[in-house]
């Protein structure tokens, strides 16, 4: 069985899309799922100096590990599509849902974050199952809510 994905998305930076999947992710835990979140972004964030060396020299992944937990980088001839990455994740555990932040192109179910006064470019797109702001489906603040959503949109229960 495929680990069931679910988005939260946005028109712009800045608009609270990795706050809320952080209130989420606590939430969801204590609920008792077990929670990963795959981030689509612009830049790659290398923590890991040595790592991000090894890469800039030309190794193809590089992979930390620690005794509180690892992080692998990986420099792929092409960006990944999201079903690619979200089976790349769904292999280093087991779990119930995998958060996705950003890939606001692609036809995922998702909820779009609108602020006040932003035009609803997005939430005609494929994949949007619900808006998240004034006027929409969701208060951003109402976790719980949205917490329910999900898992009752995926079956999840």
């Given at each position: 069985m ?13 608009s609270?899309?990795t706050?809320?999947?952080?209130k ?30 090894f890469?800039?020299?030309?190794a193809d ?5 620690t005794?509180?937990?690892?992080i692998?980088?990986?420099a792929p ?11 790349i994740?769904?292999q280093?555990g087991r779990y119930?849902?995998i ?5 606001k192109h ?11 006064g932003?035009?609803?470019?997005m ?19 109402d976790?719980?809510?949205i ?5 009752n949109y995926?079956?999840?229960?």
């Amino acid at each position: 069985m495929t680990t069931p994905i679910f988005g939260i998305a946005a028109a712009h930076a800045n608009s609270g899309k990795t706050t809320l999947i952080c209130k989420l992710i606590s939430e969801l835990r204590r609920r008792g799922l077990t929670v990963a979140v795959l981030k689509h972004g612009r830049h790659l964030q290398l923590p890991d100096k040595d790592g991000s060396r090894f890469i800039e020299s030309g190794a193809d992944t590089s992979m930390l590990v620690t005794d509180s937990g690892w992080i692998i980088q990986s420099a792929p001839s092409q960006e990944p599509n999201l079903v690619t990455a979200a089976e790349i994740l769904a292999q280093t555990g087991r779990y119930d849902l995998i958060l996705v932040e950003g890939y606001k192109h692609e036809s995922h179910p998702r909820l779009e974050i609108c602020l006040l006064g932003e035009s609803d470019e997005m939430t005609e797109s494929p994949g949007v199952v619900g808006i998240i702001g004034e006027g929409g489906n969701f208060d951003r603040d109402d976790i719980t809510q949205i917490a329910d959503f999900i898992i009752n949109y995926l079956n999840l229960n």
